[in-house]
């Protein structure tokens, strides 16, 4: 005990030499998750809050058209344009406009689409009454085919397509909402009651529910995805000074003059894991109370944690170990500290970006799912995320740590076996 405890005095000594390094291992999470989360929030907010512009060339008039343009003014997302300095856009014109960018989306309704519309039901339902032998009265278009109708939508080619879908399915829904109404007025009308005798109101509607556990229900904000995130980022960055140092000890001579002490080398190792681990921890806790006390002070969502602070920091200390097995192997195999610093950068780069931090890992493409379920760090966001967001237990972050326990004990085992045989040699 006496040994590992001169190991981890020996690692904190080293640590406190390069004090503007140990600074920015905590100043560079800190700044990274305010700045990234002050940045998803307003964009949140700003895109909630702003409405696009969008022309609206009505050639019909009719309660068709006008029903459609309430709808889309009422829901507070678009700014509807009929006219550009108090002259009329032409269907030409819109095409041209959005063409060049300077609009996102212009709707170009028909003429007579109300009219049409309202001939169509009435002789569909004239034909329908007249198979129970009701008489219906006859319309001057009984006997004419109407042409179906088409409301044109020119997209800006620049347009996500999920903004595309998202348009014409609430335009959609508009339009199919107006006709069942129509449909029930026109056999009402048919059947000369002034009495309603269909309800217009839909049957059927949607309500959202966040799954909940114990009565907890739970609505993820963004903080609650940042911080877990961007504390495994900053865990990780522990292998840079972490395989430097182990670097500088063989260039220095120093790891020599230690393989010399009657201490095993696992002894040394252990200093290496007490110190760096604790470190870890730090920046988890200065993390989480970034999140819970100074984020609201920011005008950002409070950090709202329903599950388990004991088992976030099972998490956050089995990913500690994780990135120490990273860093030990990649200080053991590297001859220099240009060899480990930029390799260590791009390892938790590259682990960030394929495990979810940056990118949410279910809007990647298939192929990149599967290989995002072999980062460590994708294994600790979800167990960080079964605590936060999902109120799980330890069964639920189980598969997840022993992963992060297995890939710590892999990569120690790879480094401690490839120091053995080198010294052999």
């Known amino acids: 005990m006496y040994k590992l405890w001169e190991a981890t005095y020996k ?31 307003s964009s949140f907010k700003k895109i909630n809050d702003a409405k696009i512009p969008i022309l609206f060339i009505n050639n019909d008039g009719g309660e068709l058209s006008i029903s459609i343009l309430n709808n889309l003014t009422d829901s507070n997302s678009f ?35 109300t009219y049409n519309l309202n001939e169509k039901i009435t002789q569909n339902v004239s034909s329908i009454l007249s198979e ?42 508009m339009v199919s909402k107006i006709e069942t109404q129509t449909i029930y007025k026109a056999f009402q009308d048919e059947l000369e009651t002034e009495e309603a005798i269909f309800e217009s109101e839909s ?8 799954p909940n556990k114990k009565g907890i229900e739970i609505k993820p904000n963004s903080v609650q995805h940042n911080v877990p995130a961007w504390a495994l980022f900053a865990i990780f960055f522990i292998v840079i000074p972490l395989s430097i140092n182990m670097v500088k000890e063989k260039s220095q001579g120093t790891s020599v003059r230690l393989k010399t002490s009657p201490t095993s080398y696992l002894t040394f190792l252990g200093g290496k894991i007490t110190v760096y681990l604790s470190v870890c921890m730090l920046q988890f ?34 990913s500690g170990l994780a990135a120490i097995g990273l860093g ?20 938790a780069v590259l682990l ?62 790879s480094a401690f076996y490839y120091e053995k045989i080198k010294n052999a040699v």
Do not use: C
């Open 328 to 347: 030990v192997l990649l200080g053991t195999m590297a001859s220099t500290p240009e060899q480990s610093a930029p390799l260590g950068a791009t390892l």
């Open 79 to 113: 700014e509807i344009l009929s006219e550009i300095n108090s002259i009329k856009v032409t269907e030409k014109e819109a095409n041209d406009l959005v063409l060049k960018g300077k609009y996102k989306l212009a709707i170009i309704i028909p003429e007579k689409l």
């Open 352 to 413: 960030a970006a394929i495990g979810g931090v940056w990118v949410p890992v279910y809007i990647m493409p298939k192929f990149m799912q599967i290989i995002a379920k072999l980062s460590p760090m994708n294994w600790g966001l979800n167990a960080f995320f079964d605590v936060i967001l999902r109120n799980g237990n330890f069964a639920d972050i189980l598969p997840e740590i022993a992963l992060l326990g297995f890939f710590f004990i892999l990569l120690a085992g």
């Open 203 to 210: 049957f059927i509607s949607f309500i959202e529910i966040n």
């Open 11 to 41: 690692e904190m000594l080293l640590l406190r030499r390069d004090f503007g390094g140990l600074v920015i291992l905590f100043l560079m999470p800190l700044v990274l998750v305010i700045t990234v989360t002050l940045i998803q929030d």
């Open 132 to 173: 129970f032998g009701i008489e219906a009265e006859e319309t001057t278009l009984e006997k004419t085919k109407i042409e179906p109708q088409q409301i044109k939508l020119y997209f800006d080619p620049a347009a996500q397509l999920s903004f595309k879908n998202g348009v014409k399915n609430a335009i959609d829904k």
């Open 285 to 318: 806790l200065l993390m989480l109370l970034v999140g819970l006390y100074l984020f609201p002070h920011l005008g950002l969502p409070n950090l709202i944690i329903n599950g388990s602070y004991l088992l976030l920091f099972i998490v956050a200390l089995f």
